[in-house]
């Protein structure tokens, strides 16, 4: 019973026949009818115009949206857990040949515009220091915390005024948006947003996530770093149909709301056990080594996050069988 990562969740039904049906003769990189729809597909979801990019991992979409931010020279903020500071292998700094990642804190993994000023203001203007260039938040967090658009907005703002991008990584954007319930566009470019790695991986799909630029511009270089990255797959249709497959019908979002709804019944059984609010699909429980070993014992499988603590995370197609069996489990620690 595997609650260690939504990564390890199985591609959707139809995200599968998308792919059978995209299995015909058509134009090669990123010139097909496919890939083509992408920009107007997206700008319609967003209600703006956009540059829809794919590529094949988060890491990747996080990575070129940096680039397109941040100068080799220049810095970029963000939370010291987030993704691209821990798991990524230093393809941030690979990507933009040398940009510095300026790391803040703040609970739940979530920035504040104090955090972020606390780290900006400290930088003189000073030919000997990296000057900061962009920020990036991650939407919903590590800790799968969630970004309001007030949230959002408040960061923007001090984007804006510091001549800053603004960057968010949307690995669990779907969750994120399942528990928001607004437009997409309020907790993106309406709030400050200049770039978005939209996830569509631990939601269903099989290999293909959407870099969001929502100043077009931007994406004029980033294709350019995209091929140079060995990142433009010859047959880019085959991931474009999975995008449009997850979007057809809002999938995404109920995919992203079966998951939450399935953390919630975990966090229902935790009670005091919670490090965090569950507001997403990862759960994140304190336990002694003794009852982390007990529900392995059971069958459970899931990730040490921290001395003392687990993270619990579930996904699209969790059972609810299972999900039942181990929020009883919980309970009975």
Not at 78 to 95: L, M, S, V
Not at 122 to 146: C, L
Request: proline share 5%; net charge negative.
């Amino acid at each position: 019973m595997r609650f260690f990562s939504d990564n390890a969740a199985p591609v959707h039904p139809k995200v599968m026949a998308a792919l059978a049906a995209a299995d015909t003769l058509d134009t090669a990189y990123d010139g097909d009818a496919r890939s083509q729809a992408l920009d107007a597909r997206f700008s319609a979801l967003f209600e703006t115009e956009v540059a829809a990019l794919w590529v094949p991992t988060g890491t990747a979409a996080n990575c070129l949206a940096l680039a397109a931010l941040c100068p080799p020279h220049g810095g970029i903020v963000c939370h010291r857990d987030a993704h691209i500071q821990n798991d990524e292998g230093g393809a941030p700094e690979f990507y933009t040949h040398g940009a510095k990642l300026f790391l803040a804190d703040g609970p739940g993994a979530k920035l504040t515009p104090e955090a972020i000023l606390s780290v900006i203001d400290a930088i003189p203007n000073d030919v000997h220091r990296v000057q900061p260039h962009a920020i990036s938040i991650t939407n919903a967090t590590e800790y799968g915390r969630v970004y309001t658009p007030d949230d959002v907005a408040a960061i923007g703002d001090l984007a804006r005024a510091r001549g800053l991008g603004l960057h968010m990584d949307g690995a669990r954007f779907a969750n994120a948006m399942a528990t928001l319930g607004c437009a997409p566009a309020d907790v993106t470019w309406r709030a400050g947003v200049d770039a978005l790695s939209f996830g569509f991986v631990k939601n269903g799909a099989m290999s293909a996530e959407v870099l969001v630029f929502f100043r077009p511009d931007l994406a004029t270089v980033t294709r350019y770093r995209r091929k140079r990255a060995g990142l433009l797959f010859s047959k880019g249709r085959y991931l474009a149909a999975q995008v449009l497959a997850m979007l057809e019908d809002d999938l995404w979002i109920a995919n992203g709301r079966a998951a939450n709804g399935h953390a919630s019944a975990l966090a229902a059984a935790a009670g005091d056990r919670l490090v965090y609010p569950v507001e997403a699909n990862e759960v994140f429980l304190r336990v002694t080594p003794t009852e982390a070993a007990a529900l392995r014992a059971r069958g459970f499988d899931f990730y040490d996050w921290a001395p003392g603590e687990i993270r619990l995370v579930t996904a699209w197609d969790s059972d609810a069988g299972q999900v039942a069996q181990l929020a009883e489990a919980i309970a009975a620690l």
